[in-house]
């Protein structure tokens, strides 16, 4: 018996959703090759999906966001397709897209080498901060978060780098942490126990947001003990014993008991070659199929979520991208197999509208959804009370999203339609 083996690099958010969608709808509508098995390998470095969504919380208080409801084992959330699925605690180290294998290196330090016959790459980003990225392992990261449990307490200086959604949730739940909630029409903490400053690149915060959403989300840090400096970068972050000196951009410097760098992400791409990558290190694929062109690549080789060139990012988005991909690799295998493509691409088309929903304390938060305004009641209903576990978490682990395939209807390809395939 031949084994073919679609192999998914990365076991988080798209990552999971993936595999699951491969062994409920991929795999059964295969044409039947004799003497040939397909399955499933899912390559993530740690055994646990990690709810990253929850980390601004989670930094904060283990009590708030107790480890069970944060992380949980991959491997059994699979064990509906025990016979097809593989799970490998390892990391990718170099893709031969001619050979079409992927080098790994096993969370015991074995070299693998995974022969496929289709590819999913969804290695996502890291973070600047230790804070929110899970590397080898979850007890690695509680270990990071319990340190930085300890030293927040006794804070009374804390810079946030970055007022993205990460840095603005973050100096939300911190300065609440700290200095407490004002009382039902106050402004500001009475006595505040720690300056909580949050430096915004730009002259307004939450780039995807209205400036009039950024400014109502200054006015809930502010009734937490908490500012914003605008216009500003952070140059530089240089920690010595319990302090940290931050240079800004405006020459001025800053001393800081605790220091959180909430500037950027970088793509987990450095197992790829240089000419798989756009400039912004992110995989390069064609902005419609989500396949990756690149000749070096070989055949059936796809990119989903923050890796990938064709995303601004987040989970929401992944909804979107998913299906695309799992569709257009169904297309490819079944040409594979049978000489001939059972249908057209499916295509995927950004969703670019103004949404972001961002708590700000466990009370108050901002937002909006499909371009207009969420009052701030609804983003605490909907994100603010746990940051989604109760709704997605188990389902997300799962693949519940993905237990029924996505319906689509295939377009007429026009013209104009064949002129939009380009590369991201
Ligand atoms: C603090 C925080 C809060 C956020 N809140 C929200 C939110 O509220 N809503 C929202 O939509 N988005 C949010 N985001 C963004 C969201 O987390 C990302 O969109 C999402 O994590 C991307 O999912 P992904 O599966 O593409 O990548 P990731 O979640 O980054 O996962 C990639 C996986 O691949 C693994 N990996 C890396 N390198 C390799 C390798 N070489 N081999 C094998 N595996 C590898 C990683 O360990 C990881 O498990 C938040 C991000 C942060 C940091």
Redesign the pocket.
Known sequence: MTTETILV????????SAAHYALRHTIPQLPKKEGTKYTVTL????KD??W?????REIVSRKMMPVNKTYYPIEPAFAYAKDQFTFIQ????HVDGAGQTVS?TTASGEQKSIPYVALII??????ASP?????ASAAELQATHEAFQKSLPNAKTVVIGGAG??GV??AGEIAEFLNGKPGFLGSAPKNPKAKVTLICGEKKMLPILRESISQQAEKFLNRLGANVVYNTKVVSATAAGDKTTITLSDGQTMEADIYID?TG?RP?T??LSKEWLDNRNRVSCNAKTLRVETASAGPRVYV?????SYTR??????ADAIPVVMTNLKTDLVAHISGKAPGPDRTYTPNLKEQ???PIGTSKGVGAFGGRPVPSLMVWGI?GRD??IGMLATGTVNGDQYKKEKAWKPQPVTAAGQAGLSSG
């Open positions: 690099l990365g076991g988080s958010f798209a990552g999971l390559v993530n470095p740690s999906f990690w990253r969504i929850g980390g601004p390892g990391t990718a180290t790994i969804a290695t996502g980003i890291s973070t804070l929110f990225t899970q590397g959604p990460v949730e973050s909430a992400v987990n450095s197992f989903l979520g923050d890796v990938g990012g987040g989970v929401v988005d992944q972001q929903i961002c994100k940051y989604l």
